[in-house]
């Protein structure tokens, strides 16, 4: 199986693959956000198809899973449900900004929006940590939010 791919200006970028079965399936991501997909059969049947930015999502759940995006220290999902919806999730290492304050000192998610869900500090990892816990210098934390969350609380708290 051999894919290739090129940009279309204008329109999005497109992708090609033989499969080992002889067929061929061509995918035009469009710059709008929705695909269009086209199968040509080694019997030389041919048909496509026009999809949605959500259609499409869905397809490539059905096809491989949810969809995953890996970004430094971060995960970019987006689930067929809600597919208007990308979540972010990133780990941090806190600083000083926030040693020795806790979330509710923090106002964490009323300011920014974003919700700490994991913290690890001195070995010990925690899950939904409460409203009370205190960060130490060195912590790591589990953010998660939209992505203009997660932005506000990486300016403001590290």
Do not use: C, W
Request: charged share 25%; net charge negative.
């Amino acid at each position: 199986m051999s894919i290739r791919s090129r940009e279309m200006p204008g329109i999005g970028k497109k992708y090609e693959l033989d499969t080992d079965f002889g067929d061929r399936v061509s995918v035009i991501q469009l710059e709008s956000g929705g695909a269009q997909l086209y199968v040509s059969s080694r019997n030389g049947e041919s048909g496509s198809a026009e999809l949605t930015l959500s259609e499409s999502i869905r397809v490539s759940n059905i096809l491989a899973g949810p969809v995953l995006k890996a970004e430094d220290e971060g995960v970019s999902m987006v689930f067929s449900s809600l597919s208007d919806l990308p979540i972010e999730i990133h780990s941090y290492t806190l600083g000083s900004k926030t040693s020795g304050k806790s979330i509710s000192d923090l106002n964490v998610r009323s300011i920014t929006g974003a919700t700490v869900v994991a913290v690890s500090s001195s070995g010990n990892s925690i899950l939904n940590p409460s409203p009370e816990f205190r960060f130490k210098e060195g912590d790591s934390v589990l953010v998660i939010g939209e992505e203009e969350q997660i932005a506000s609380f990486k300016e403001r708290f590290l």
